[in-house]
């Protein structure tokens, strides 16, 4: 059965207990990862995935707390004897950006460097990202300051359907992607341009009518005005305003099926 677990739930800035945002989807055949603000080798090791299952690994935007973790976590499956390709997904911006990154560390010289393959995805609504055994994956954009995608992550053994905001503040794009969801995975880092609050992610799950709501990528610095600035029975009542379903707090090592 294919799980999603949680390895980081904070917004841009993290505490002990809450890595930035990413997530890994556990199939039968293998684990997609979802960003990697930090180096995800040790989280990966708590949740209990092996390093190696990890072949597909899916960027959502080129900011720091979503990829700044991507040169530790390509070193250090070189440096473990990966020899296998690992393919990489996200958007053009996002992939040059990447790439020129690495070229900064000289990567094209550490020997015997295991097979990188690129794979753009168009800048659009409901554009095909991956389709494997475990998952149909689509992606969508989102209203961030930067390139941004959002995914529809589709369980195909279970036939349930994961709608993930990724960062932005709502928008058709996003309300399209949730229609018909059965879990709503979004962001809570406040409302303003560019992000989404508790309230927000809400409106959305109630208009759309998912099963459940799991909010993530949160303020974990309480007391922040300048974003969410709410408790997790803050963000919680918030949600609730707006949708009768079950809400949860995403934390760090949650782990949930689709
Ligand atoms: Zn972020
Ligand atoms: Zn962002």
Redesign the pocket.
């Known amino acids: 059965m294919a799980k999603v677990k949680i390895l980081g739930s904070a917004?841009?800035t993290p505490n002990p207990k809450h890595e930035?945002?990413h997530f890994a989807l556990q199939g039968s055949h293998g684990t997609i990862l979802v960003d990697c603000g930090a180096n995800p080798t040790v989280r990966l090791e708590r949740a209990g995935i092996p390093f190696d299952s990890i072949d597909h690994v899916i960027f959502t935007h080129f900011?720091p707390?979503?990829v700044g973790g991507a040169p530790l976590m390509l070193m250090n499956m070189w440096l473990m004897g990966r020899t296998k390709p690992l393919n990489i997904y996200g958007l053009g911006h996002c992939l040059r950006n990447l790439q020129l990154l690495m070229e900064m560390y000289d990567w094209k010289m550490w020997p015997n460097f295991y097979p990188v393959s690129w794979h753009a995805v168009a800048d659009g609504e409901d554009q095909l990202l991956y389709d494997g055994e475990d998952f149909h994956i689509t992606s969508w954009p989102a209203t961030h300051f930067v390139p941004t995608l959002a995914l529809r992550i589709r369980d195909k053994p279970a036939g349930r359907v994961l709608a993930y905001t990724c960062?932005g503040s709502p928008c058709d794009s996003i309300n399209r992607m949730a229609v018909g969801a059965n879990t709503l995975l979004h962001e809570a880092?406040g409302e303003g341009f560019g992000h989404s609050s508790a309230l927000q992610a809400g409106q959305l799950a109630g208009r759309v009518g998912v099963e459940v709501l799991y909010l993530v990528?949160y303020d974990v610095h309480l007391g922040d005005q300048r974003n969410s600035g709410q408790s997790e029975t803050e963000m919680i009542a918030s949600a609730r305003i707006n949708f009768g379903g079950r809400v949860e707090i995403a934390e760090d090592f949650t782990e949930f099926e689709i």
């Open positions: 917004y841009a930035n945002t900011h707390d979503h960062d880092a990528h």
